[in-house]
């Protein structure tokens, strides 16, 4: 039997939440998180216009001051650069953790849905 992997597990679970659901039109998105500044540093999902995984860096972020009312107790990227595109979640998923170990970051999951239209 295999042992337990760490990198393993961390690496199957950043690729499943980078998911697309077309029927819900549903995306997953992962956020890495500076808590030291409350800022969203890299965000990662698909790209259901380009059929691809996407990492962004962000560069400039909305403002936020920490303590105050929120959902999600830190500041959202308004602009950012891509730093990569890939055809599968599980090539994104080195990346991202690559990432959130170099920057001692956190992850956030979330899930979006596309806007509805009218018929």
Do not use: C, H
Not at 85 to 104: G, H, M, P
């Amino acid at each position: 039997m295999e042992t337990f992997s760490e990198e393993k597990f961390a690496l199957r679970l950043i690729a499943e939440s980078l998911f697309y659901d077309p029927e819900y039109d549903a995306i997953g998105t992962l956020s890495l998180i500076d808590d030291e500044s409350a800022r969203e540093m890299v965000i990662a999902s698909f790209s259901p216009d380009d059929e691809m995984f996407v990492v962004e860096e962000a560069i400039e972020w909305e403002q936020y001051k920490p303590g105050q009312e929120d959902d999600i107790g830190y500041a959202l990227a308004v602009d950012s650069r891509e730093l990569g595109s890939f055809d599968t979640a599980e090539e994104a998923s080195s990346l991202i953790l690559e990432r959130a170990r170099k920057a001692n970051l956190v992850p956030s999951v979330t899930m979006l849905f596309g806007d509805e239209e009218d018929s």
